[in-house]
């Protein structure tokens, strides 16, 4: 990853639909949920860790 202070830029919700039409589906997984999508990659997986507190 890079050290750029703009390498991570805050998106609203109400934006992703223009920005990142590809990831709108996954915003409805229920918590504890990770996704991953590059290029022709996609990956979806719960991770209990994020739910176990």
Known sequence: MSQE???FKPLHVS???EYLPEIEQYL???PGY???IA???EDVWH???LTNM
Do not use: C, G, M, Q
Request: net charge negative; charged share 35%; aromatic share 16%.
């Open 34 to 36: 990770r996704f991953l």
């Open 47 to 49: 991770d209990s860790s």
């Open 5 to 7: 202070t703009e390498f």
């Open 15 to 17: 934006h992703i639909k």
């Open 28 to 30: 409805a997984l229920p």
């Open 39 to 41: 290029d022709d990659y």
